[in-house]
């Protein structure tokens, strides 16, 4: 007895979804599970998890802090790029600050929590941190001497032309004093918390100041990358904290260099990408070969 041919169809049609979710939904799933087990493989699709003394203490894949309970740096340690990663480098809340080059002025709000840093601020705020930790110049072209965006918002009047009549330095509230004492004759006042200068007609000025064209700081010290999870820094970065971590173990800046080298990553493919050393391999490499003290 023949089927009718709806119900024939049904039936094919069921029948290759029994046979896709085996195929598809075990089998294949399974089998690159059992391949990622073979030696040589199952490092890297476990996780890249590093052990240090029988215990796993991260991954070579995702960043991680070095600092202390009060979030300070360690100064043993060699210090990971920056990251906008959740609390950072969490891996549930991958993400970048989603600030751009335009985002120079600060909201400046009566209640400190709806207060916000710019991208700029955020920039010389690390930039003289960083300075300060390993003893270099953290200053850099358009950051004010204490560390926020050096940017002024100037009236004029008759809006973008004519004399200036007021000049606001945005980043700085009362009672700071502003970075500059006067711009074209006009006194600089420092910002009220709540008020909004762009708004109220201000043109946003940002000031270059005297900080050196090439910074000591490289980017990556600064910034943080979009993902929030570089396990990696610049040889530069590394380059520069050096001597902060020598001297913090009694160590030879030379052999801590060679260290360095050792655990620079070259470039993806040997073209793509830039060389970078992984910061947690490196430290774990410091405690065994140098022992803080």
């Not at 000031?207 to 929030?228: C, E, F, K, L, Q």
Request: glycine share 12%.
């Amino acid at each position: 007895m023949r089927l009718p041919t709806w119900i024939a169809q049904h039936l094919a049609a069921l029948r290759a979804v029994l046979v896709f979710t085996v195929l598809l939904g075990l089998v294949y799933p399974l089998a690159l599970v059992a391949l990622g087990q073979l030696p040589g493989l199952n490092h890297k699709t476990d996780g890249s998890l590093i052990s240090s003394g029988g215990t796993t203490v991260g991954s070579a894949l995702i960043g991680q802090s070095f600092t202390d309970a009060d979030g300070n740096p360690v100064a043993r340690y060699f210090q990971s790029r920056p990251s906008a990663a959740g609390d950072g480098y969490d891996p549930t809340s991958t993400s970048a600050s989603n600030l751009g080059p335009e985002s120079v002025v600060d909201t400046i709000a009566t209640d400190p929590e709806e207060s916000s840093e710019s991208l700029l601020t955020q920039v010389c705020g690390r930039s003289k941190s960083v300075g300060e930790l390993n003893g270099v110049d953290g200053r850099r072209p358009y950051c004010t001497d204490d560390g926020v965006g050096a940017v002024l918002a100037v009236f004029r009047a008759d809006g973008l032309t004519g004399p200036v009549t007021r000049v606001v330095s945005v980043n700085q509230a009362a009672p700071a004093t502003p970075f500059v004492t006067e711009y074209q004759g006009v006194a600089v006042e420092p910002a009220q918390p709540g008020e909004d200068y762009v708004a109220a007609g201000g043109v946003v000025t940002p000031i270059r100041g005297d900080a050196p064209a090439d910074p000591a700081v490289p980017a990556d010290a600064v910034t943080a990358s979009a993902s929030g999870l570089d396990p990696q820094i610049s040889p530069a970065y590394a380059e520069l904290q050096v001597n902060r971590v020598a001297r913090e173990r009694g160590a030879d800046p030379a052999a801590v260099r060679e260290l360095v080298k050792e655990h620079t990553g070259g470039r993806g493919l040997g073209f793509m990408g830039e060389p970078g050393v992984n910061v947690l391999e490196l430290n774990l490499a410091l405690d065994k070969q140098f022992a803080a003290r």
